[in-house]
């Protein structure tokens, strides 16, 4: 069973660009999670889906910064006109939900955003 | 609102000896989840340890236990018998509830080096 993965694991952007970064969830998992984790910090929370709903959005930046987890295919955060902020590595997490019984949440490994 | 605290930026330890990583917590809620994770140099988030609200005994998995003192707020990872690759940084975190569901907070984590 494949943990959960995430894409690009690397990503260099230009100021201004779009970055886009992709997260797919363990098989049987519909709640995914994003992290930000800044140079020499913590984790902090982004947001939390379920198929096609944001549940929580609390931790998202007002602007340029938005979330997606459609139907099919992965989740996707997006970054739009990347700011040398941005620059940072964004972690994604899987549950299987209130349904399942596992405590547990699963780390992905990362993707790393340089904004050069 | 949910708060985590690690005050020791950074710790060192020697191999084979005993380490605390010391952890405080807050929150309103009666139902909670404490986690430990470990996140060694190559940047993925390893996690070690959990401890519920209403767990009656202390969770250790291995090397690793956690003291946990519920009226203290307090849950620190105690690693016994240190070993060389145990040199990461580790995060405690906090969930509210006790199921795999909702967004996770983490402390600013406390950097582990292990002495030969």
């Known amino acids: 069973n494949a943990g959960v993965m995430q894409n690009p694991r690397h990503l260099v952007r230009r100021r201004g660009q779009e970055a886009r970064l992709r997260c797919s969830p363990m098989?049987?998992?519909?709640?995914v999670y994003w992290y930000r984790q800044l140079p020499e910090e913590g984790l902090k929370f982004m947001v939390y889906?379920?198929?096609?709903?944001?549940?929580?959005e609390s931790g998202m930046p007002k602007e340029r910064f938005s979330a997606e987890f459609p139907k099919e295919g992965p989740s996707i955060l997006r970054i739009q006109q990347v700011v040398r902020g941005d620059s940072a590595a964004y972690f994604c997490?899987?549950?299987?939900?209130?349904?399942?019984?596992?405590?547990?949440?699963?780390f992905g490994p990362g993707t790393r955003l340089t904004v050069t | 609102a949910q708060k985590i605290t690690q005050t020791q930026p950074g710790m060192f330890v020697q191999e084979k000896e005993a380490v605390t990583l010391d952890c405080t917590y807050d929150?309103?809620?009666?139902?909670?989840?404490l986690f430990w994770y470990k996140q060694p140099s190559s940047g993925e988030m390893i996690f070690l340890i959990y401890?519920?609200?209403?767990?009656?005994q202390n969770a250790t998995e291995g090397r690793y236990s956690l003291n946990f003192q519920k009226a203290r707020k307090s849950a620190n990872l105690v690693i016994s018998a240190s070993q060389l690759g145990d040199s990461a940084m580790y995060f405690c975190?906090?969930?509210?509830?006790?199921?795999?569901?909702?967004?996770?907070?983490f402390g600013d984590g406390t950097t582990l080096t292990v002495k030969p």
């Open positions: 889906l379920q198929k096609e709903n944001i549940i929580d």
């Open positions: 401890q519920g609200s209403y767990d009656q």
């Open positions: 997490a899987s549950s299987q939900g209130t349904s399942g019984v596992s405590y547990e949440q699963y």
């Open positions: 929150t309103s809620d009666p139902s909670y989840g």
């Open positions: 975190a906090m969930r509210e509830g006790t199921t795999n569901a909702g967004k996770s907070t």
């Open positions: 098989k049987g998992h519909s709640h």
